[in-house]
């Protein structure tokens, strides 16, 4: 196994190439977002008991379900977000016939292969430092935002998750490289 980087993993085998990038969250943002996301369910947990115990008039019910539709939808984001940094992991398993894509969670996810002969206009997209966009994916609380694509059948397909601009272009060039070798394997 070699590595690019602490968070970029891969294997080169004589039929397939495997890659696996890890989220890599210090300890302190793992604390900070389990303290978040326990803190959401107890103000969740508070809604939903004061809701059922005291008498409210129409209006402030209406009032707690708007609430609580935002605060649901905020509770999903922050658990997958949570869920990512403890447990999730991007695979790309590369082989003669695919490039095999699996965002995965404690091994859950759905593995999705991207035919070699498709995938047209591999490229960077690296955000401009000190940018909102820049800031905004650095955040813990976002699971980040994708650094390679890669054209497939007219959809614009992301992977490389909150990458560093060195490691992205070292997995760029592996990945480049693998995927050629595997074309070539299969032309002679």
């Not at 984001?77 to 016939?97: A, P, T």
Request: with cysteine.
């Amino acid at each position: 196994m070699k590595w690019i980087g602490e968070r970029i993993s891969f294997v080169d085998d004589k039929q397939r190439s495997t890659v696996v990038i890890y989220p890599g969250a210090s300890g302190w943002v793992k604390s900070a977002m389990g303290a978040w996301v326990s803190m959401w369910l107890v103000i969740g947990s508070v809604m939903t008991w004061a809701y059922f115990t005291f008498k409210m008039t129409e209006q402030e019910k209406i009032i707690v379900y708007v609430f609580m539709a935002f605060w649901a939808y905020y509770a999903i984001k922050v658990i997958r977000s949570f869920f990512w940094i403890m447990w999730g992991k991007e695979l790309i398993k590369i082989d003669e016939v695919a490039c095999t894509y699996k965002k995965s969670i404690k091994g859950y996810g759905k593995a999705v292969p991207y035919y070699l002969e498709n995938i047209k206009k591999m490229s960077l997209s690296q955000p401009k430092p000190n940018s909102i966009q820049a800031v905004w994916e650095s955040s813990p609380w976002v699971q980040g935002g994708e650094r390679i694509e890669f054209e497939y059948r007219g959809k614009l397909i992301r992977f490389g998750r909150k990458l560093e601009e060195k490691d992205v272009k070292l997995l760029f060039q592996v990945i480049t490289k693998r995927i050629e070798d595997q074309l070539r394997k299969r032309k002679a």
